[in-house]
């Protein structure tokens, strides 16, 4: 038995100037404070988004007809985990980015694919996307909203909740039933949405850190063309089961706590003592691990190959390393909770925020739940 | 998986598997001798295989796999260098890697299959939402161990891999905490029996633990290389490494 094969990662030659340009980047125009720095995947600053998109760091691998650079999958890899490891505030476009433009090229119609994915590779145009509704968080086979169609035009009435970054966003891709009657996976399709068509509100979530990520975003008889429709009517589940498993394997399942990791390091040179030493080790080990994990992933996937089960494991075993290392800290380092001390206050912060992490893209249980299936258990 | 390595997996795989938790050096060490195992990492032109450290993970692997219970590794590394040497600590380490990712991948296929078979409460184990998610988080420990140690093999093909092979080391012992606990824990009884072979898997991979450094020895190394390099030059430092290589 042997859930994991890696072999050896082809890095492009590119990679080190690809460093290089990013790097100056996120130096000129990149965030300073470290407590924003820490899961920079979530802060959203349209204004750098557009600096990437100028910069052509932003849909590498798209087509150049649709405004992308036809770059490698594992050029762009080395990309974002620059981005993520400088703690970059990427969060604007990175949803458009890492799925909805992906999934608009290879499933929308000319006129989606024109209309949206351009602007996406500009860094202009941010996306969210419509999963999760009341009573329907993982289990994604029980959503209620629905389009109904009306002559050519489809009409959606329903409700979404946790919609990272709908306030920010100019579209949703969402996944609704269009079906009547129909039930768990069948019926299902998914729909793009324009953010500012007529029914559609967006309703701020405040998280306990006061911090505005996720909205509600209500429908009421929101009107779309029939090209509205992304893929094929009846197939939204495999649609967007499929961009679920894309989700899970990203650096951005590892490296949300790095930057206190980061601090750790600082701090343990100006007061060495053996405890903090060995846990700085201890990550360390991880987070190489992790990478050579993640980026094994994104070469699979750069072959066309379907790393599903491999993709849920980075995603647990990362999600558990990113949640575990400001306890850790906390744990092993006299500190004081108050203070405006970068090693504390990261800490704090990340402490707080940290539920969400194995939370956002599929519980752990849910996880598991796949794993054990992938173990032949299910 | 290159030519030489698939050889290597055949020619390895079913002996290792016959010979096992039972074979002895008297009477079985001709047989890894007649494949030239023993030589796999000296060059052709001194009468060895002329494999790399890749190859070498190959059969550490399917080593700690079966359970081999003869010096093959050992042997192997050897050759490359003298006991109680720096060179040979760095390279036990990472034997002890590759052995400890065959094991616990051993010991998860033989759990999967054992609560596949046993009944309780009118189902199969594997049936019970718990035992699955335990075999899961051991499936992602096992994973773990054999990632690492696949980067560590890789970076002695490259040259210095002080940085990996600690790193795969350290991750691999904290994978058989999880791992031996949980293949335990899903057996019951039965897996603390003599005449079950889990015992072979799990006793090595204690022992395996604390050969050629325990976790408070490399979380020490590793953590005082990373901290007189200074935290502005981790991430660069950690990917240089592979970037190097392209």
Not at chain 1, 170 to 193: D, K, P
Not at chain 1, 287 to 308: G, N
Not at chain 2, 37 to 50: D, S, T
Request: charged content about 25%; some cysteine; proline content about 4%.
């Amino acid at each position: 038995m042997q859930t994991f094969v890696t072999e050896a990662i082809e890095w492009p030659e590119s990679a080190p100037a690809l460093r290089r340009k990013v790097r100056d980047l996120v130096d000129a125009h990149g965030e300073k404070d470290p407590v924003r720095r820490a899961n920079c995947w979530t802060k959203a600053d349209p204004e750098f988004s557009r600096k990437l998109g100028e910069a052509g760091l932003l849909g590498m691998t798209w087509p150049k007809e649709y405004g992308g650079h036809e770059m490698s999958q594992l050029e762009r890899y080395v990309v974002i985990e620059e981005l993520l490891a400088a703690g970059a505030p990427v969060g604007a476009h990175w949803i458009a980015d890492r799925q909805s433009g992906p999934l608009l090229l290879r499933l929308g119609n000319e006129e989606l694919k024109r209309r949206w994915v351009p602007g996406m590779a500009r860094g202009e145009i941010f996306a969210c996307i419509g999963l999760s509704e009341p009573n329907s968080g993982s289990d994604l086979a029980s959503v209620r909203t629905s389009a109904r169609r009306d002559g050519d035009e489809w009409v959606i009435n329903g409700q979404k909740v946790w919609t990272t970054g709908a306030h920010v966003a100019h579209m949703m891709i969402a996944l609704v039933r269009s079906e009547a009657g129909s039930e768990r996976q069948a019926g299902l399709s998914q729909f793009v949405i324009p953010m500012d068509a007529p029914g559609v509100t967006v309703k701020p979530i405040i998280d306990l850190t006061g911090a505005h990520e996720f909205n509600e975003v209500f429908f009421e008889d929101v009107r779309l063309p029939a090209s509205a429709l992304l893929g094929e009517e009846g197939n939204g589940w495999k649609q967007a089961t499929a961009e679920l498993s894309l989700e899970r394997s990203g650096p951005e399942r590892y490296l949300s706590s790095m930057v206190l990791f980061l601090e750790l390091v600082r701090y343990a040179g100006k007061h060495p003592d053996p405890a903090v030493t060995q846990l700085v080790g201890r990550l360390a080990a991880e987070a190489w691990t992790l990478r050579l994990m993640s980026a094994s992933v994104a070469a699979k996937l750069a072959r066309r190959e379907d790393p599903a089960l491999e993709a849920t494991i980075v995603k647990d075993l990362g999600n558990s390393y990113e949640h575990a290392i400001p306890e850790l800290v906390q744990a092993c380092v006299e500190m004081d909770m108050a203070s405006k001390d970068a090693l504390a206050a990261v800490t704090g912060y990340l402490l707080q925020v940290s539920p969400s992490f194995s939370l956002r893209g599929g519980t752990r249980e849910i996880l598991k739940g796949i794993i054990a299936r992938g173990l032949g258990l299910r | 998986m290159t030519d030489t390595r698939r050889m290597l997996a055949e020619m390895a795989d079913p002996l290792f598997a016959e010979l096992g938790a039972s074979a002895t050096f008297e009477r079985d060490w001709s047989r890894v001798e007649e494949l030239g195992l023993p030589q796999l990492l000296l060059p052709e032109a001194e009468g060895g295989f002329g494999g790399n450290w890749e190859d070498a993970l190959v059969v550490f692997r399917l080593a700690g796999f079966h359970a081999l219970s003869l010096p093959l590794p050992e042997a192997i590394i050897a050759t490359r260098a003298d006991a109680g040497s720096e060179e040979h600590f760095l390279i036990g380490a990472f034997m002890r890697t590759a052995q400890i990712a065959g094991a616990l991948d051993a010991a998860l296929g033989l759990s999967v299959s054992y609560v596949n078979e046993r009944q309780q409460f009118g189902r199969q184990l594997g049936k019970f939402q718990a035992v699955q998610q335990s075999l899961a988080s051991f499936a992602c420990e096992a994973a773990a161990a054999n990632c690492a140690a696949v980067g560590a093999a890789q970076a002695l093909d490259r040259g210095d891999a002080r940085f990996e092979v600690a790193a795969a080391k350290l991750r691999a012992n904290r994978a058989v905490g999880i791992g031996a606990t949980v293949a335990h824990q899903v057996h019951g009884a039965i897996g603390f029996t003599h005449e079950y072979p889990l015992h072979h898997l799990t006793r090595s991979l204690w022992k395996w633990r604390s050969d050629f450094g325990n976790d408070s020895h490399w979380s020490a190394v590793l953590g005082e290389a990373v901290i007189a390099q200074g935290a502005d030059a981790f991430w660069p430092a950690l990917v240089e490494r592979t970037d190097r290589a392209a």
